[in-house]
């Protein structure tokens, strides 16, 4: 039976990163941040009626700035999302695995930033936060977004106390430090109750 961990965490955490490790032991992966291009399209019409248009530059500059759009945006786009997460859950959790002995196949992560606020940790089984250091996260987005100091702080403030306030909705909740690699994979077969793959 497939075990379904919702992997959450802020802006350049490292979720990414140990998401992969996960996948290279066996876990299989819902990626929620690409779903969410695909839910755009899905709902372009309504999303061109209210904004004017459905790309993404564009929404983003109309809602990077002004709350109630975001919320209109995200009362769109999220219920959509959601659906086909538990969609794709579904399928993989029926699709046959390979190597039964093989403990972290039996996984299925449900890879989203805003994992509680999507409410999506009703549908996983365990809940993991990655947690990492502000100025770690800072120097992490400057390297891979080059969107410059402010913008980026900017993004990081966006997020400031959104797990701190949605932590009520599941009480499985668990956080780790994303500073390294192996500690957190020993971490998270504790957490999920798997044994220590080797590799690891």
Do not use: N, P, T, Y
């Given at each position: 039976m497939a075990l379904i961990l919702g992997l959450g965490g802020s802006y350049c955490a490292g979720k990414s990163r140990l998401?992969?490790?996960?996948?290279?032991?066996?876990?299989?992966?819902?990626?929620?941040?690409?779903?969410g291009h695909q839910a755009l399209q899905d709902q372009a019409y309504r999303i061109t009626r209210e904004f004017g248009s459905n790309e993404r530059a564009s929404l983003a500059k109309q809602v990077f700035s002004d709350p109630k759009k975001l919320a209109?945006?995200?009362?769109?786009?999220?219920p959509h999302m959601v659906v086909m997460v538990k969609e794709m859950i579904k399928k993989l959790s029926a699709e046959a695995v390979v190597d039964h002995g093989a403990a972290w196949q039996q996984v299925i992560i449900v890879n989203a930033a805003i994992l509680l606020k999507m409410h999506l940790d009703q549908v996983c089984d365990k809940v993991v936060i990655i947690d990492a250091p502000w100025l770690l996260r800072l120097y992490r987005g400057l390297k891979r977004d080059k969107k410059g100091l402010f913008a980026t702080i900017q993004r990081m403030k966006?997020?400031?106390?959104?797990?701190?306030?949605?932590?009520?909705?599941?009480?499985?909740?668990?956080?780790?430090?994303?500073?390294n690699t192996k500690g957190f994979l020993k971490q998270l077969a504790k957490i999920v109750g798997l044994a220590t793959d080797k590799r690891a």
């Open positions: 998401s992969e490790a996960l996948q290279s032991l066996g876990a299989r992966q819902i990626d929620v941040d690409k779903l209109l945006l995200e009362s769109i786009v999220h966006q997020q400031r106390g959104l797990f701190a306030q949605q932590a009520k909705h599941c009480a499985d909740i668990h956080r780790v430090s994303s500073h």
